[in-house]
């Protein structure tokens, strides 16, 4: 994990990257809070230690800040100040901060309080993730689908930047579990997701849209980019050779219906919209045959 270390005093700054990378973490730092704050809308960043006194932005005001993000998740925040009255350090608390150090603060004390906060930040993903994954397939829910929707859009929008979406359903699944048994269709779903997991690259997000219906957002691609990722999502499926006697193909197959969001002609745009586009290319899709990919 990475830990933004934002200190105006160059000496102490350097002198608790160290610290800090000597306990094992990647360190990433800022002058002061406007820079963190920066930094913190640009990256995954889960854990600041700040000083107090800063010009332009100091460390209370810096946390009250990060509090008011609703894209970020939860951010664990230290703040390191010379100040070791109780009102101050009420202060401090109130602002929104985890934790307090005082200066010259102790390296054993430092590794300690940063554990502690790994801990909780630990315990906030375990939580997290189980609210925002399907317990069968193992990819994320609906539910979170909206919230990472919010966000990709949003960057998009900010940063001019495409995404593609890949609508996905499953090829007569009714009739599978018909014919097998829902406990075998199950199966199914499972090693479906398993192998998407698998053709896709890391980056790319995954979710049960509903039933066997399957959606996946590519950040950073266009629709040419999303139409070789869905022909690759299509292969793989094929490749399971999963025995469908009720499918005119025999096997296991899946549709897709892909879209992307243009940055020149979609600005302004909800991502509905684009998630609408390819809801219909999925339909022309399975309207074709079905087992191919549709714009």
């Known amino acids: 994990m990475e830990i933004l270390i934002v200190d105006d005093d160059l000496i102490s700054r350097r002198f608790l990257q160290k610290a800090i990378k000597d306990l094992g973490y990647s360190v990433v730092s800022a002058e002061n809070g406007l820079q963190a704050l920066d930094i913190i809308q640009k990256n995954q960043i889960k854990f600041v230690i ?15 800040k990060i509090r008011l993000l609703n894209d970020s998740g939860y951010i664990y925040f230290i703040l390191l100040t010379g100040k070791d009255k109780k009102e101050d350090i009420v202060q401090g608390l109130d602002s929104g901060a985890d934790d307090y150090i005082t200066k010259p603060f102790d390296r054993e004390e430092l590794r300690v309080r940063v554990m502690t906060g790994m801990r909780i930040l630990d315990l ?26 919010e966000r990709i859009h949003d960057r998009a929008c900010r ?47 995954i979710f049960r849209y509903g039933g066997e219906e399957i959606i996946i957002i590519l950040p950073e691609q266009d629709i040419n980019d999303t139409m070789i990722a869905a022909e690759r999502v299509v292969k793989s499926v094929e490749s399971l050779r999963i025995e469908h006697k009720a499918s005119e193909f025999g096997i296991v197959t899946i549709s897709c219906g892909i879209t992307a969001f ?26 074709a045959g079905r087992n191919r990919v549709n714009t």
């Open 159 to 205: 940063y001019s930047e495409g995404y593609g979406a890949i609508m996905c359903d499953m090829d007569y699944f009714k009739k599978y579990n018909d014919m097998y048994g829902h406990i075998q269709g199950d199966n199914i779903l499972k090693a479906v997701a398993e192998a998407l997991k698998k053709t896709l690259r890391l980056s790319d997000e």
């Open 262 to 287: 243009d940055k020149k002609t979609d600005l302004g745009s909800k991502w509905v919209s684009v998630v609408d586009r390819a809801d219909k290319a999925l339909y022309r899709a399975k309207s």
């Open 50 to 64: 700040a000083d107090w006194m800063m010009p332009v932005l100091d460390g209370v005001e810096l946390c009250r």
């Open 124 to 149: 906030e993903k375990r939580l997290e993730d189980l609210a925002c994954i399907d317990p069968l397939m193992q990819i994320s829910n609906r539910r979170y689908f909206h919230q990472a929707m």
